[in-house]
Each structure stands twice: as C-alpha cells, then as structure tokens.
C-alpha cells in the first residue's frame, strides 16, 4: 500500500467517518446513453461498494464531483468549491478524457496544469490523493454509433491518432514524479484490449462513456489501492 494511503486506510478499518471527493468529468459523473443515470454502474458507486465489503462497518461518504465536458482548466475553476471547501479526507482526480481531442498541441497544458492541480490539492487540504486513468475511446464508428453519439467519429480519430493514450500517460508521468498512487484504468482496457476484448463494446455509447464492465476496469485498480 501506498504510504500516503495508510492513514485513510486505518479510517476505514476502525470505522472512523470518512469522506471522499471523486473529482473529474463524464467518466467520474457515469454519463450513459440514456437519460436514466444508474448510479451503481459508475467506477465511484462500484468503489464504495468494494470498500465497504472490504471495511465492514466503515463510514464513507461519497460525493461524485464528476462534471461532464470538463477539462483540466475547468478543474481548477471548481476546485475550492467542489472539493477544498468540503474537507475531504480523499480526493480521486480523474480528467484528460476530453482534453485529449485538442491534440499534441495542448498536451503539455495539460500536464502543467494537472501538476498544478496537485500541489493546490496538496497545500489547500490535508486529503490523500489518488490520480486515476479514464478508459479508451471508440476504436471504430458505424451509424449506430453516430446515432448514440454525434461525435463518434471525432472519438475514434482521437483514439486512433494515439492521443488518448499519450495523454494518459502523462497522468502516468505526474503521478510517478510527485509520488502520487496511480489507478491505472486506462492499463486495464489496454489489456483487456489486448487480450481480445472488443473495448468498443465496453462503452454506452459507443464513443467515449463506458458501461458497467467498463466501469469495472476503472475501478478496480483504485479498489486494489486499499487491499490490504
């Protein structure tokens, strides 16, 4: 476990209140195809139901500050609000997912501006903190995927182009270098892909939203996180 960790850990397992800010966009929020949100298939519902099998008697409370369409620079326009001001005893920030359409151009915005985000996490709470990878975009677009959502061919270059991934793993990077845990989503739909799944599949709206399987992979290497 991550020495940053062991504290919250020691929370949950003498029952002690906790809360916990999940942090991000579409992907934290759990936007789906319909209008009808189910909460439990987003990776923050399937989170806090593994830890609360994990920790018995645990006290958690959970809010989702997942804001769809927002980006890095959106992240800290709402960050006093959404998360300084709530005193969370955990922050899991999850963004890129749609800041990697604006290419390699931005790339480098993004990544100093995520550090950024970290130090004013760090200085303006005494929260652990967690950085997690989204998943992978559409691979591939068909009518339907256009009629589940008009930008399916816009996700697909983005996926294609490798921008997805080189944005992940700049999330990578700023974790690694200022010692930070990882959830590494984004590596388990690489290897799911890898291992013959059709990653298309895993997502509601054949673009950019994944379905309940693909929440699973977001969430279970931040489950793993606190496996003692």
Not at 17 to 44: K, L
Request: with cysteine; aromatic share 8%.
């Amino acid at each position: 476990m991550h020495p940053s960790l062991v504290d919250f850990t020691a929370r949950l397992r003498s029952t002690e209140p906790v809360h916990v800010v999940m942090f991000g966009d579409s992907i934290t929020f759990g936007s789906q195809v319909d209008p009808e949100r189910d909460e439990s298939i987003a990776f923050p519902s399937q989170w806090l139901v593994a830890i609360k099998s994990m920790f018995p008697g645990c006290q958690v409370t959970l809010l989702n500050k997942g804001i769809p369409g927002n980006k890095i620079d959106d992240a800290h326009e709402r960050l006093e609000r959404d998360v300084i001001a709530e005193s969370p005893n955990l922050v899991v920030v999850e963004f890129g997912i749609n800041d990697c359409w604006d290419g390699p151009e931005q790339i480098d915005h993004f990544e100093e501006r995520l550090r950024e985000l970290v130090d004013r996490i760090r200085s303006e709470s005494r929260a652990a903190l967690v950085l997690l990878t989204a998943n992978m975009l559409n691979h591939e677009y068909d009518d339907e995927s256009r009629r589940l959502a008009w930008f399916a061919e816009k996700t697909a270059t983005v996926q294609s182009a490798g921008w997805t991934r080189d944005y992940m793993d700049r999330i990578r990077i700023v974790a690694r270098e200022t010692d930070i845990p990882l959830a590494d989503g984004y590596a388990r739909w690489e290897s799911a892909r890898a291992g013959g799944v059709n990653t298309d599949a895993l997502l509601a709206n054949r673009a950019n939203h994944p379905n309940r399987e693909g929440h699973r992979l977001l969430a279970e290497p931040l489950i793993e996180l606190f496996s003692e």
